[in-house]
């Protein structure tokens, strides 16, 4: 962890922060503008090989025959699958989403850049595929991935599909701040996953409504073939480094010249 971040979470959970919505929704937009067609375009072609990938995978080992008979809509009903199988989904997402944690790391690293005037390329993306920042982002990931997959699996099994949403919005509310505090603020897996519910905890609708509004501008992208939501999902990335630095902020140059 470095200094400007330890001492501003004492301070936070000391005396907690203030937030504006507005204030914070506008350093987003203006942001996201700036990566909104670049950030798109590498979703976009990163989407389709990985989708070709998974499925060239899933045929190799289950054959094509099979995984056309389980995609059929009657056959993805919750009550239609057994327990066993669901935890199995559970486990695989869990382990996808650690596998892919990098690439949100990514985006938001050349919301970082974008905003510093900074050039940023397609490795930006991939920045984070090395040490020590894959491991942590790894290891968070998977706790919280696994946490709420097993919890959200057991309420649809049991066909409250309500309360599984206030699950996975909960634990994504409280843990908004895990990736920018591993990337930014050098923190590990597991402090990066407590810090991140200390600071929501803090302000916890002003954030909420922050990422109600973010999604929904990021599902406005559906319209128009549903194509452009690649170019719309960069927004909630810009809303977290956003969130992030009016937060936590920035190491200046002169708080670095002064370490030196």
Do not use: W
């Amino acid at each position: 962890m470095n200094k400007t971040t330890q001492y501003r979470i004492e301070e936070i959970n000391k005396n907690g922060y203030a937030l504006d919505f507005g204030d914070v929704f506008n350093h987003a937009f203006e942001n996201y503008k700036k990566i909104a067609l670049y950030g798109g375009l590498i979703i976009f072609v990163f989407f389709v090989l990985l989708s070709l990938l998974a499925f060239g995978i899933l045929i190799a080992i289950f054959g094509a025959p099979a995984v056309v008979d389980f995609l059929k809509p009657e056959n993805l009903q919750p009550e239609n699958i057994s327990i066993t199988t669901l935890l199995i989904i559970a486990g695989a997402s869990a382990l996808t989403s650690c596998l892919l944690s990098p690439f949100p790391a990514g985006l938001i690293k050349m919301a970082y850049c974008a905003e510093r005037d900074e050039e940023f390329h397609v490795s930006t993306m991939f920045e984070f595929y090395k040490a020590p920042y894959f491991k942590e982002l790894f290891v968070a990931t998977f706790l919280v991935s696994l946490t709420s997959s097993i919890i959200s699996t057991i309420i649809n099994y049991a066909e409250i599909p309500a309360l599984g949403f206030v699950v996975t919005v909960t634990v994504s509310l409280f843990t908004i701040l895990m990736i920018p505090l591993i990337i930014f603020g050098k923190l590990k897996a597991v402090e990066a996953i407590q810090t991140s519910i200390l600071i929501v905890s803090k302000q916890p609708l002003v954030l909420l409504g922050l990422i109600i509004i973010g999604s929904i501008a990021t599902l406005v992208g559906f319209i128009g073939c549903c194509i452009g939501i690649f170019f719309t999902l960069p927004f909630i990335y810009s809303l977290y480094y956003a969130i992030y630095s009016e937060i936590i902020g920035f190491e200046t140059e002169d708080e670095s010249e002064d370490k030196n």
